[in-house]
């Protein structure tokens, strides 16, 4: 595991030298179509720090320039704008170096403007980030190098802060320690959005419904996600194939149960049957690991452990 995480340091490491060295007309972004939501805002350096402005400057969905990237996309929509900008270009290639009259360094040495793609604070020239339809794209200012803006260096911590869910409630309280969350719901299917926030912005955070797919870019907190009983949502966090995500990540799951679940019914989908009975047999030899939640249901013959004598209790009632 360690030696698969280092290599994978390596690659990204490797990408990020490739893309410093190549200009941004070279951009390897894949070109998209479709509409960001921008933001170009400054919380951090007040106007009783001398600040010119703070706030929302602006906030509009604008169209993905052709190229694709975050860079072409934000200046051509502040320009559109109004709005008097300076793009820097320097041998690792180009960069927004001030908006409306706030520049790098104005509040702070390294103070300056950052890109915050979908919650996550980009870890490379706006020049090398491509945009999908749909994203919510922020261009802030931070006086602290990104600490004032949720991504802090200092908190190697691939967890959640919160997790908030939109159409649907969480049984269980929220703990940035406990990985297990279950949903109940109706008959009905249902639908939601899952609205995590990562304790460390630097990581990405992306969910999933019913496998983990780390290689596919999995739902935003924007994209609206079907559920029904028996559905697991998983969520993850600084995934070691994604950007900017060097430390262990760590993976959220959440059950969608049917209302009522009964004894046996690990699976959450309403019925006990020879799923159950399989998925508590592999528990009970540790091929798969249960949540508290499924520890408790799993518990057929309720003597307070998980074995296969749950398994034999179930078989025998669905034989009869
Ligand atoms: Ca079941
Ligand atoms: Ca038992």
Partial sequence: ?????????????AAAMTASVLTVSLTAVSAETGKVKLVVKNDTYTKAMG?????????KEVEITESGDALSTVT??????GYALTVNDTQWGSYIAAVEGIAENDAAQYSGWMGVQNDWVVNNNLAFISLRDGDVFELTYSVSVGADIGADWNNPTTALKALSIEGAGI??????????????????????????????????????VNAYKPEEYGYRSTDEIEIKAGDTL????????WPGSYPEETVYQI?????????G???????VDVVDATLIQKASIALIDFSDTQNALADYNQDNRVSVLDTTAIQRLLAK
């Fill in 234 to 241: 998983y969520i993850g966090v600084g995934n070691a194939a």
């Fill in 1 to 13: 595991m360690k030696k698969f995480t280092c290599k994978m340091v390596s690659a990204v490491l």
């Fill in 171 to 208: 049984n269980e309280d929220f703990k940035s320690s406990n990985t297990d969350y279950t949903i109940t719901v109706g008959d009905e299917n249902k639908n939601i959005f899952v609205k995590p926030t990562a304790a460390n912005k630097n990581y990405q955070v992306r969910t999933y």
């Fill in 76 to 81: 051509k929509a502040i320009q559109d704008a």
């Fill in 265 to 271: 019914d690990v699976d959450f989908n309403g019925k």
């Fill in 255 to 263: 059950h969608i149960m049917q209302n009522g679940a009964q004894l």
């Fill in 51 to 59: 600040a010119k402005w703070d706030g929302v400057l602006f906030e």
